[in-house]
């Protein structure tokens, strides 16, 4: 339920209402918006009778929110939410581009890719440090060490960082060098992990689990967002099916129900989301032009020698394409590709109309 105040109500009656609401057992959620005050009612699931809150001061209505998210639904919040990561705006008119290898495996493989990266315009680059892997005897990621790669390719491209965090007593560490942090497809339920992430102040993006529902998606944003940590992006990264083809099934259909149920910006991973490299280009296509935010995908120099995920990696030049390619589509979608000023590539550069410093 959320409880909607009159345009000018002020602190007083807020209070009044938050009063109310622990009175009952719940607990408020406030948002101040630039026109008024939305509470949101958050607790448990037993109904609640709008008379609690309708004749209280400067109460304009009270609007049951039907589904099991609150916070994550439309209901609550019909504007899209903005998610602003240095010079990255995500979830708005822009296309986000987010790119780098499954693993960061040295600090010359990080460095070679994200130069490249760089100078294709890309403001956010991906890279595990710590890596879910199925076998116990499969590459785990170097760790710390590659957060601290990361920083200092954040530091001298001024390039942002987004990395998953696997354990809830890892989270400060890796907030502490990413900009953002990826909950992984395995990790969409860990509960204790979803609100040591929601009380911490670096945005998220919460990967769809490989076996969850759309609903359990958003109830994972949900548990991020009940914490205090507005900043959720949600990621369409495949699903189990019984298709053998591909190693997961993107569910292109999730892109836009997740759009109309929720504020949240909406990314996909074809990279995951198809297991081959040469199916990453089509379905990254597809799941803009069905509405999604931005992209998330796996680039290695050299796919070949990748210690992780090397199958489904593009390389740098397949990644340029895929740009220009995107840049098409995002245009016929009324939308940009949200990429730096100073693009080496002429004809991406057109395309997608950004500066090019003559240089
Ligand atoms: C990854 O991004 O490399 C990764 C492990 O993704 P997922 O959790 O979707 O498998
Ligand atoms: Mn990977």
């Given at each position: 339920?959320?409880?909607?105040?009159?345009?000018?109500?002020?602190?007083?009656?807020?209070?009044?209402?938050?009063?109310?609401?622990?009175?009952?057992?719940?607990?408020?959620?406030?948002?101040?918006?630039?026109?008024?005050?939305?509470?949101?009612?958050?607790?448990?699931d037993?109904?609640?009778?709008?008379?609690?809150?309708?004749?209280?001061?400067g109460?304009?209505?009270?609007?049951?929110?039907?589904?099991?998210?609150?916070?994550?639904?439309?209901d609550?919040?019909?504007?899209?939410?903005?998610?602003?990561?240095?010079?990255?705006?995500?979830?708005?008119?822009?296309?986000?581009?987010?790119?780098?290898?499954?693993?960061?495996?040295?600090?010359e493989?990080?460095?070679?890719?994200?130069?490249?990266?760089?100078?294709?315009?890309?403001?956010?680059?991906?890279?595990?440090?710590?890596?879910?892997?199925?076998?116990?005897?499969?590459?785990?990621g170097?760790?710390?060490?590659?957060?601290?790669?990361?920083?200092?390719?954040?530091?001298?491209?001024?390039?942002?960082?987004?990395?998953?965090?696997?354990?809830?007593d890892?989270?400060a560490?890796?907030?502490?060098?990413?900009?953002?942090?990826?909950?992984?497809?395995?990790?969409m339920?860990?509960?204790?992990?979803?609100?040591?992430?929601?009380?911490?102040?670096?945005?998220?993006?919460?990967?769809?689990?490989?076996?969850?529902?759309?609903?359990?998606?958003?109830?994972?944003?949900e548990?991020?967002?009940s914490?205090?940590?507005?900043?959720?992006?949600?990621?369409?990264?495949?699903?189990?099916?019984?298709?053998?083809?591909?190693?997961?099934?993107?569910?292109?259909?999730?892109?836009?129900?997740?759009?109309?149920?929720?504020?949240?910006?909406?990314?996909?991973?074809?990279?995951?989301?198809?297991?081959?490299?040469?199916?990453?280009?089509?379905?990254?296509?597809?799941?803009?032009?069905?509405?999604?935010?931005?992209?998330?995908?796996?680039?290695?120099?050299h796919?070949?020698?990748?210690?992780?995920?090397?199958?489904?990696?593009?390389?740098?030049?397949?990644?340029?394409?895929?740009?220009?390619?995107?840049?098409?589509?995002?245009?016929a979608?009324g939308?940009?590709?949200?990429?730096?000023?100073?693009?080496?590539?002429?004809?991406?550069?057109?395309?997608?109309?950004?500066?090019?410093?003559?240089?």
């Open positions: 339920m959320i409880v909607v105040m009159r345009m000018g109500s002020g602190a007083a009656e807020v209070g009044g209402v938050i009063e109310r609401i622990c009175e009952l057992g719940y607990k408020p959620h406030v948002s101040s918006g630039a026109e008024r005050v939305i509470i949101g009612v958050i607790g448990n037993r109904p609640l009778d709008p008379e609690h809150f309708i004749s209280l001061a109460v304009e209505k009270v609007v049951p929110i039907l589904q099991p998210y609150k916070l994550a639904s439309r609550f919040q019909p504007t899209d939410t903005v998610i602003r990561v240095n010079d990255a705006l995500i979830g708005g008119k822009g296309i986000t581009f987010m790119a780098g290898p499954c693993s960061v495996e040295s600090r493989q990080t460095f070679e890719v994200a130069r490249q990266l760089k100078e294709m315009g890309v403001k956010i680059m991906r890279g595990g440090a710590f890596k879910p892997r199925t076998s116990p005897y499969s590459f785990q170097l760790g710390e060490e590659a957060l601290h790669i990361l920083a200092d390719v954040r530091e001298e491209l001024g390039i942002s960082i987004i990395t998953e965090v696997m354990a809830p890892e989270v560490l890796v907030a502490h060098y990413a900009d953002i942090l990826q909950i992984g497809t395995r990790n339920q860990n509960y204790r992990l979803l609100e040591e992430v929601g009380r911490q102040s670096k945005p998220v993006l919460i990967k769809r689990g490989m076996s969850s529902t759309i609903e359990e998606l958003l109830l994972a944003a548990y991020v967002l914490q205090g940590n507005t900043q959720v992006m949600l990621c369409e990264r495949g699903i189990r099916t019984f298709e053998k083809a591909t190693r997961s099934t993107f569910d292109i259909n999730a892109i836009p129900v997740l759009k109309s149920l929720t504020h949240l910006p909406v990314i996909a991973d074809p990279s995951h989301g198809t297991g081959r490299w040469d199916l990453v280009t089509p379905v990254s296509l597809g799941a803009i032009a069905a509405g999604g935010d931005g992209l998330l995908i796996e680039v290695h120099s796919p070949e020698h990748a210690m992780s995920d090397g199958g489904q990696s593009l390389r740098p030049d397949k990644c340029r394409q895929l740009l220009e390619d995107l840049s098409r589509v995002a245009a979608v939308r940009r590709v949200d990429l730096a000023d100073g693009v080496s590539a002429p004809a991406l550069a057109n395309a997608v109309g950004v500066k090019v410093n003559a240089a």
